[in-house]
């Protein structure tokens, strides 16, 4: 984790917008992290210092539809690395390869396109935040099918309340996040 006063400076840039997009949802809204260069700079920075470190760098960054590939590109951008976008369905024009999971209600699917990462590639997949787990846990499925390790799942936020964080760890997936909205 980051230094206290990292976390609570990222915290106090997230809004939360109640009732949304259902009522009972707390929404948690990183676009005010965004907006202020200085607290986007803090947070880009958070990560590029960590994938810094020789021992956890990747050799490429993953971004999951849609506010991950805010965040892992200018990411990979920092660290000199490639960036590999994790689409909703029918979004990429080459072959893919895709994974469907569940959502509260239905299923998605996501795609990769089949030479985004080689075998034997450490890959860092990056999203805004952890929910149920769904979206990260597809990423992590689609990454591994074209051979590639997914070294650690990173995002801004965790709501761990909602399982998604211990289901990605129960199925090996190390995990780094910022902030974390439990209780609340």
């Given at each position: 984790?980051?230094?206290?006063?990292?976390?609570?400076?990222?915290?106090?840039?997230?809004?939360?917008?109640?009732?949304?997009?259902?009522?009972?949802?707390?929404?948690?809204?990183?676009?005010?992290?965004?907006?202020?260069?200085?607290?986007?700079?803090?947070?880009?920075?958070?990560?590029?210092?960590?994938?810094?470190?020789?021992?956890?760098?990747?050799?490429?960054?993953?971004?999951?539809?849609?506010?991950?590939?805010?965040?892992?590109?200018?990411?990979?951008?920092?660290?000199?690395?490639?960036?590999?976008?994790?689409?909703?369905?029918?979004?990429?024009p080459?072959t893919?390869?895709?994974?469907?999971?569940?959502?509260?209600?239905?299923?998605?699917t996501?795609?990769?396109?089949?030479?985004?990462?080689?075998?034997?590639?450490?890959?860092?997949?990056?999203?805004?935040?952890?929910?149920t787990?769904?979206?990260?846990?597809?990423?992590?499925?689609?990454?591994?099918?074209?051979?590639?390790?997914?070294?650690?799942?990173?995002?801004?936020?965790?709501?761990?309340?909602?399982g998604?964080s211990?289901?990605?760890?129960?199925?090996?997936?190390?995990?780094?996040?910022?902030?974390?909205?439990?209780?609340?």
């Amino acid at each position: 984790m980051p230094t206290p006063a990292i976390t609570d400076y990222l915290r106090s840039h997230i809004r939360t917008v109640p009732d949304w997009p259902a009522p009972g949802v707390q929404f948690r809204d990183i676009t005010p992290l965004l907006q202020d260069p200085r607290v986007f700079r803090v947070l880009i920075d958070t990560f590029v210092h960590r994938y810094m470190d020789k021992s956890m760098r990747p050799d490429v960054v993953a971004g999951l539809d849609a506010r991950g590939f805010i965040i892992g590109s200018v990411l990979a951008y920092e660290l000199g690395l490639g960036f590999v976008p994790i689409r909703k369905k029918g979004k990429l024009p080459f072959t893919t390869v895709q994974e469907t999971y569940e959502l509260e209600y239905g299923s998605a699917t996501v795609e990769l396109h089949a030479d985004a990462v080689r075998g034997g590639d450490r890959v860092l997949l990056v999203d805004d935040l952890i929910a149920t787990g769904g979206t990260m846990m597809a990423g992590k499925k689609l990454l591994e099918k074209l051979g590639a390790t997914v070294t650690e799942g990173v995002a801004i936020v965790d709501l761990p309340e909602l399982g998604g964080s211990e289901r990605l760890r129960a199925a090996g997936l190390q995990l780094y996040t910022l902030v974390d909205f439990s209780g609340l």
